[in-house]
């Protein structure tokens, strides 16, 4: 008998299904991971570069951004030698979206609160899409919102987001083309949050979550953990992507370990360290550092439990794959449950990956799956 599922939250939300290259989001599809290049787009080999290290982290669907006429003439090449899906990010200039989906993008961003009389070339935009198999997306922001939404609401409210994102899909919905899904950003979780929730309701198009301008490493994960664990945990979110002032791939590794914990994307490599306190008898903090570096590429679905004191040690050794329990300068070593060997503080590190890798051998030669790795530490 087939192991069951991991438990989730929340059934996800029945949406529409889109294609962006290789990759279907909605309808059913796992939750994507979403990234965008820092290198300038006419850079075709850092570009490139870029996006292989961002494919290698895990990362789903990458967007490059479109300011200019050279930056479209780098489209072809990106999009031809890129191994996950290209999305084009254009605003102001209209034109851009045509060359995009001529260049083979898979996918074009539309902003339309500030491309240049946007609503009267839907017709045109929307046939293009259609001829070429190309998906959009309709990506409203707080920060360029339509000028007569801010207008009329004063501000950019939950309900203003909505009202433009909506009203630009039915510009697209009058000539036939369904191929889209829709962004509501906002940097403030609260609204952003609700937007979402209030856009769900009256559509069934895919939704692209994001925090915009989330901010630098740590306030931009938190932010957007908060925001999507929020929207996800009701079944609301078909790809992702993290907003952070940091580099792409570390966008990338925050939307998977956010998508890992909800139970929306397979766990692999796990490290489970207690926070340390004062029962602690070794440097936790050193030991969950060297394990975690030790076993970096790991991949495997293993858990390995790195504790610090008698009091919760035994137990979460005892129940992960691989464990210590630490006191008194020295560690017992549980495989499985059972306690294999007790050894000396410092040879816990060395004999937790000697350990590790003896598994993930056994794992491989039982044909387990392997993906990429996670690290959690708690």
């Not at 059934?11 to 990759?23: C, F, L, S, Y």
């Not at 951004?65 to 209209?94: E, G, N, R, W, Y």
């Not at 979110?237 to 792409?248: E, F, K, M, Y």
Request: charged fraction near 25%; charge should be negative.
């Amino acid at each position: 008998m087939p192991p069951l599922p991991p438990p989730t939250l929340a059934e996800r939300r029945k949406t529409r299904q889109i294609r962006v290259g290789k990759v279907l989001v909605g309808g059913g599809a796992p939750v994507s991971v979403q990234s965008m290049t820092t290198t300038p787009t006419t850079d075709i080999n850092a570009t490139l570069q870029q996006i292989a290290e961002l494919t290698a982290t895990g990362c789903d669907i990458v967007r490059v951004a479109v300011p200019s006429q050279d930056d479209a003439d780098a489209l072809p090449a990106i999009a031809k030698k890129s191994q996950i899906p290209v999305i084009a990010d254009i605003h102001f200039q209209p034109k851009y979206v045509f060359a995009a989906i001529d260049a083979g993008c898979a996918a074009v961003r539309v902003n339309p609160g500030n491309i240049r009389k946007f609503d009267d070339q839907v017709k045109e935009i929307a046939k293009a899409a259609s001829d070429a198999g190309v998906s959009l997306r309709i990506g409203v922001n707080a920060g360029s919102l339509d000028p007569r939404l801010l207008k009329k609401y004063g501000k950019p409210t939950p309900e203003a987001l909505v009202e433009s994102a909506l009203w630009e899909a039915s510009l697209f919905e009058e000539h036939g083309f369904h191929d889209f899904k829709i962004s509501v950003k906002h940097h403030d979780p609260v609204v952003m949050v609700r937007a979402y929730e209030l856009l769900s309701e009256q559509c069934d198009y895919p939704l692209h979550l994001g925090v915009t301008e989330a901010g630098p490493a740590f306030q931009g994960t938190i932010k957007s953990a908060v925001a999507f664990g929020a929207l996800l945990s009701k079944g609301i979110g078909d790809t992702i992507r993290v907003s952070l002032s940091a580099p792409p791939a570390e966008e990338v590794k925050v939307g998977l370990k956010i998508l890992e914990s909800l139970n929306l994307r397979e766990r692999h490599l796990e490290i489970v360290s207690c926070p340390s306190c004062g029962r602690a008898q070794v440097d936790v903090y050193k030991l969950a550092d060297e394990v975690t570096a030790g076993l970096e590429g790991m991949e495997f679905p293993l858990r390995v439990a790195v504790m610090g004191c008698v009091v919760n040690g035994p137990g979460e050794a005892r129940e992960a794959d691989l464990g210590v329990a630490s006191g008194n300068g020295k560690g017992q070593i549980f495989v499985k449950g059972e306690v294999v060997k007790t050894v000396p503080e410092s040879q816990i590190v060395e004999t937790l990956i000697d350990e590790a890798l003896r598994i993930a051998e056994e794992m491989k030669l039982a044909g387990v799956a392997s993906g990429a790795p996670e690290v959690e530490v708690r």
